[in-house]
């Protein structure tokens, strides 16, 4: 059985409260609720969150080795985090970056995003189901 590290950002313990208006009323516990749903007892699923760039890198270190595939909303570490870009380059996994909303429509400066240099594939503004949509892709992959 696959294991699977959820992985988000900072912020997004916020998410349900936090300009819902962009990342719509799910709760993060809302999504790990749906990712469940998605792969039943097909996967093994881990959920971190951290307003930590050095904590995200710690996880993203221990999922080396523990782990078959990352799904990741790096929040605003997207546009920012070499760290976080390195520490997945030394991941051998399966890694698919996920955004809430579509960053490409938003302020410029979030257009670029360093952790899509190793992604295997970024979904972006599909809100919350941009999870099970990454979970769903890794299932395929995984098999």
């Given at each position: ?49 951290s ?6 890198v ?38 698919i ?47």
């Amino acid at each position: 059985m696959p294991t699977i590290l959820i992985l988000n950002g900072p912020n997004l313990n916020l998410l349900g409260q936090r300009q819902p208006e962009i990342y719509g009323a799910d709760t993060l516990d809302d999504v790990a609720d749906q990712c469940r749903a998605v792969v039943g007892d097909a996967a093994e699923l881990r959920f971190a969150q951290s307003n930590h760039e050095g904590a995200l890198v710690d996880l993203i270190q221990e999922a080396r080795g523990t782990t078959d595939a990352i799904v990741i909303n790096p929040g605003a570490y997207s546009h920012t985090s070499v760290a976080i870009l390195d520490a997945l380059n030394a991941y051998d996994g399966a890694v698919i970056e996920v955004h809430i909303s579509n960053i490409h429509k938003r302020e410029a400066f979030r257009h670029h995003s360093y952790v899509s240099g190793r992604a295997d594939a970024v979904i972006a503004g599909l809100g919350v189901e941009g999870y099970a949509a990454a979970l769903r892709r890794l299932m395929q992959l995984l098999s």
